[in-house]
């Protein structure tokens, strides 16, 4: 059982660490907000003076105290914290939370609070027509810095990493069989794998791995006026190049199904993101995208096909509900992927 005010009180004592400019014993640790996700728990803290200075942090608790648990999120902190370092001074457009401490003991991360607004809210605002022309601008603005956080995250890491192809392909084919195994659909299993043939079949014969945010998507993004913060940094990885902007693009599509977010308007913004990203990497780089497309995509069917039939610990009713709907949004996009790849890359 992992006691929180034990944390709280390690916290209390490392602050003149954290904060050289503090002095522990005129300062006081307050929880602000707590809440439980799944396995995990999230405190909002605040670090006051006497003089009213304040410091807002983060700590993230994950409940699971099993050693590979421990291994991961020790894992989780030694990379974020080497993303941080990495990108910390290369623009000011963005910013990731800094990582202050792990405590093996507790199975928890602390770091700087970061505040702003979820992108996929301020998307259901921009969304609605009457609000569209006014914020307009300050769209454009925000996906021209996702684009460039995308470009400036991969060459900041430009570790030569590779994976043969016939390896993707190997573990693809294990993918497709898995998930058309889960919803029982023979049909879909000779459309993708018949996919996987087309699509791979230009592609060079060792691919570049990168490394990857690994849940990039609007969820995760913080708005606050023109600067984003980048949160959530647990499924840090190499994964194959690119991984990052298919994976916020087809999140953006598929938030879609849920009102007030119109696919005509998700699209339209998905295909901006593209257009910028090719300008800068070059057209050399289509065919790449748009297998990675694929797997993710495939990767994504998988999730939900597993969401929608309760395969997933620690998740509510409504997940599973959402889980059918994009299983069903995800098996219609990949029915029709070449024209769907066709036209989000135009």
């Given at each position: 059982?992992?006691n929180?005010?034990k944390?709280l009180d390690e916290?209390?004592?490392?602050?003149?660490?954290?904060?050289?400019?503090?002095?522990?014993?005129?300062?006081?640790l307050?929880?602000?907000?707590?809440?439980?996700?799944?396995?995990?728990?999230?405190?909002?803290?605040?670090?006051?003076?006497?003089?009213?200075e304040q410091?807002?942090?983060?700590?993230?608790?994950?409940?699971?105290?099993s050693?590979?648990?421990r291994?991961?999120?020790?894992r989780?902190?030694?990379?974020?914290?080497?993303?941080?370092?990495?990108?910390?001074?290369?623009?000011?457009?963005?910013?990731i939370?800094?990582?202050l401490?792990?405590?093996?003991k507790?199975?928890?991360i602390?770091?700087?609070?970061v505040?702003?607004?979820?992108?996929d809210?301020?998307?259901?605002?921009?969304?609605?027509p009457?609000?569209?022309?006014?914020?307009?601008?300050?769209?454009h603005?925000?996906l021209?810095t996702l684009?460039?956080f995308?470009?400036?995250?991969?060459e900041?890491?430009p570790?030569?990493?590779t994976?043969?192809?016939?390896?993707?392909?190997?573990?693809?084919?294990?993918?497709?069989?898995e998930?058309?195994?889960?919803?029982?659909?023979?049909?879909?299993l000779?459309?993708?794998?018949?996919?996987?043939?087309?699509?791979?079949?230009?592609l060079?014969?060792?691919?570049?791995?990168?490394?990857s945010?690994?849940?990039?998507r609007?969820?995760?993004i913080?708005?606050?006026?023109?600067?984003?913060a980048i949160?959530?940094?647990?499924?840090?990885?190499?994964?194959?190049?690119h991984?990052?902007?298919?994976?916020?693009?087809l999140?953006l599509i598929?938030?879609?199904?849920?009102p007030?977010?119109?696919l005509?308007?998700?699209?339209?913004?998905?295909?901006?993101?593209?257009?910028?990203?090719?300008?800068?990497?070059?057209?050399?780089?289509?065919?790449?995208?748009?297998?990675?497309?694929l797997?993710?995509?495939?990767r994504m069917l998988?999730?939900?096909?597993?969401?929608?039939?309760?395969?997933?610990?620690?998740?509510?009713p409504?997940?599973?509900?959402i889980?059918m709907?994009?299983?069903r949004?995800?098996?219609?996009?990949?029915l029709?992927?070449?024209?769907?790849?066709?036209?989000?890359m135009?």
């Amino acid at each position: 059982m992992i006691n929180i005010q034990k944390i709280l009180d390690e916290i209390q004592q490392k602050l003149p660490i954290y904060y050289p400019e503090i002095e522990a014993e005129s300062w006081n640790l307050e929880v602000i907000s707590h809440r439980k996700e799944h396995n995990k728990t999230f405190l909002k803290l605040r670090v006051k003076s006497k003089f009213d200075e304040q410091h807002n942090l983060f700590l993230k608790i994950y409940m699971n105290s099993s050693p590979k648990a421990r291994l991961a999120v020790a894992r989780e902190f030694y990379l974020h914290r080497i993303v941080f370092e990495r990108l910390r001074n290369k623009t000011n457009s963005f910013m990731i939370p800094r990582p202050l401490d792990f405590f093996p003991k507790h199975n928890s991360i602390l770091m700087e609070y970061v505040s702003g607004r979820r992108l996929d809210n301020l998307l259901a605002m921009i969304c609605l027509p009457l609000l569209r022309s006014k914020t307009k601008e300050r769209l454009h603005s925000i996906l021209r810095t996702l684009t460039k956080f995308l470009i400036l995250f991969n060459e900041a890491f430009p570790y030569n990493r590779t994976i043969s192809l016939k390896d993707v392909i190997k573990e693809t084919e294990t993918l497709i069989s898995e998930t058309c195994n889960l919803i029982n659909n023979i049909e879909l299993l000779k459309k993708l794998t018949h996919l996987l043939k087309i699509f791979s079949s230009e592609l060079p014969s060792v691919l570049e791995l990168s490394v990857s945010h690994g849940d990039f998507r609007p969820s995760n993004i913080l708005v606050d006026n023109e600067r984003l913060a980048i949160i959530d940094w647990g499924n840090l990885n190499f994964r194959l190049k690119h991984t990052d902007l298919c994976n916020f693009v087809l999140h953006l599509i598929l938030m879609s199904l849920i009102p007030p977010y119109s696919l005509k308007f998700q699209i339209s913004i998905s295909r901006t993101i593209i257009s910028e990203y090719l300008k800068s990497l070059g057209s050399k780089e289509t065919q790449i995208i748009r297998f990675v497309m694929l797997y993710t995509l495939l990767r994504m069917l998988n999730f939900y096909s597993r969401l929608a039939k309760g395969l997933w610990v620690h998740r509510e009713p409504f997940d599973r509900i959402i889980g059918m709907l994009a299983k069903r949004q995800t098996i219609h996009i990949l029915l029709n992927f070449p024209s769907f790849i066709d036209f989000i890359m135009a």
